[in-house]
């Protein structure tokens, strides 16, 4: 079962990318923010700290982007897409 959600965090993971290639900047944020945070669990349960700490990482500059995404949208830039 523990494997069943590292593969699913991977799955996510990779969705992301494949949204961020394709421009779709905001999901694919949200996207890897799921799929680390699925990375998060399975960490802990395997005590994976140091990739544990690496999503945790990753989370927070997703966060980051989806902020500054936000902002430049407010400032009426429209070389950030929503989706």
Same mark, same amino acid.
């Given at each position: !079962? ?7 965090? =991977?799955?996510? $993971?990779?969705?992301? #990318? ?5 421009? *779709?900047?905001?999901?694919? !944020? &949200? $996207?890897?923010?799921?799929?680390? =945070? ?5 960490? $802990? &349960? ?9 999503? @945790?990482?990753?989370?927070? @500059?997703?966060?980051?982007? !989806? ?6 949208? *407010? *400032?009426?830039?429209?070389? #950030?897409? &929503? $989706?």
């Amino acid at each position: !079962m523990i494997d069943v959600l590292g593969w699913i965090g =991977t799955a996510a $993971v990779l969705a992301g #990318y494949a949204l961020n290639s394709q421009q *779709k900047y905001a999901i694919a !944020m &949200l $996207v890897w923010i799921i799929g680390d =945070t699925l990375w998060i669990a399975y960490d $802990v &349960l395997i005590a994976n700290i140091p990739h544990c700490i690496l999503s @945790l990482c990753i989370i927070g @500059l997703n966060v980051r982007g !989806m902020l500054r995404i936000r902002e430049q949208r *407010k *400032k009426g830039n429209s070389s #950030y897409p &929503l $989706v």
